[in-house]
């Protein structure tokens, strides 16, 4: 094993543990609720990879690769940020749940945030792209804030997501505690400790 791959299987096992609940199943296994759950993959997204909950549940390995494969692999935010594993962490722990573009989203606010206060005066497009400007502009603000500040100012933008999906969708406002709940997790578990 890579020490790459035994790195991205301890952040996976540490974020299964921590904001999905363990290795468990949870949800409507006939699908009433929006279908079941399996540390934290949904029944869509086993079916995109042709899994049914029987595959996940009887192996850890099927379940690591799916997390590398759907939110680890190239183009991913979780990939763009690679050399900062705290950043990392939460920026894979978020995107489980809010997606791969929401996240990237979510990398390019903190990016913008940050560089206010930095005499640069670049700012991105927050479309959920993230390319060579991305990366430079990344750069820039890796070089001047510690990553634990990185981290922060990165969930500061996830809350803020969280807040406007349920501001365009009030029946979204029953999740907001869990997923507040979630982020205060990951704060306190990678950034405070």
Same mark, same amino acid.
């Given at each position: 094993?890579?020490?790459?791959? /035994?790195?991205?299987?301890?952040?996976?096992?540490?974020?299964?543990?921590?904001?999905?609940?363990?290795?468990?199943?949870?949800?409507? /296994? #006939?699908?009433?609720?929006?279908?079941?759950?399996? /540390?934290?993959?949904?029944?869509?997204?086993?079916?995109?990879? $042709?899994?049914?909950?029987? #595959?996940?549940?009887?192996?850890?390995?099927?379940? &690591? %690769?799916?997390?590398?494969?759907?939110?680890?692999?190239?183009?991913?935010? *979780?990939?763009?940020?690679? *050399?900062?594993?705290?950043?990392?962490?939460? =920026?894979?722990?978020?995107?489980?749940?809010?997606?791969?573009?929401?996240?990237?989203?979510?990398?390019?606010?903190?990016?913008?945030?940050?560089?206010?206060?930095?005499?640069?005066?670049?700012?991105?497009? $927050? #479309?959920? &792209?993230?390319?060579?400007?991305?990366?430079?502009?990344?750069?820039?603000?890796?070089?001047?804030?510690? &990553? #634990?500040?990185? *981290?922060?100012? @990165?969930?500061? %933008?996830?809350?803020?997501?969280? $807040?406007?999906? =349920?501001?365009?969708?009030?029946?979204?406002?029953? @999740?907001?505690?869990?997923?507040?709940?979630?982020?205060?997790?990951?704060?306190?578990?990678? &950034? *405070?400790?």
């Amino acid at each position: 094993m890579t020490y790459w791959r /035994a790195a991205m299987e301890d952040m996976i096992n540490t974020v299964i543990e921590l904001v999905e609940g363990g290795y468990v199943l949870s949800g409507d /296994a #006939d699908g009433g609720d929006g279908g079941w759950t399996y /540390a934290g993959i949904t029944a869509k997204l086993a079916d995109h990879y $042709v899994l049914t909950k029987e #595959d996940l549940m009887q192996s850890k390995e099927t379940v &690591i %690769n799916v997390y590398i494969g759907e939110f680890l692999s190239h183009n991913t935010p *979780a990939y763009f940020v690679r *050399a900062y594993a705290t950043l990392q962490t939460v =920026v894979f722990a978020s995107a489980i749940n809010i997606g791969n573009h929401a996240a990237a989203k979510c990398v390019q606010l903190m990016i913008n945030c940050l560089l206010e206060s930095t005499a640069e005066k670049t700012r991105l497009t $927050v #479309d959920g &792209i993230l390319g060579s400007n991305s990366a430079d502009a990344f750069k820039i603000v890796a070089a001047n804030y510690s &990553i #634990d500040e990185l *981290a922060g100012c @990165f969930l500061h %933008n996830v809350a803020q997501h969280y $807040v406007d999906v =349920v501001s365009n969708n009030a029946e979204k406002l029953q @999740f907001l505690r869990g997923w507040m709940r979630r982020l205060t997790k990951l704060y306190v578990a990678v &950034i *405070a400790n």
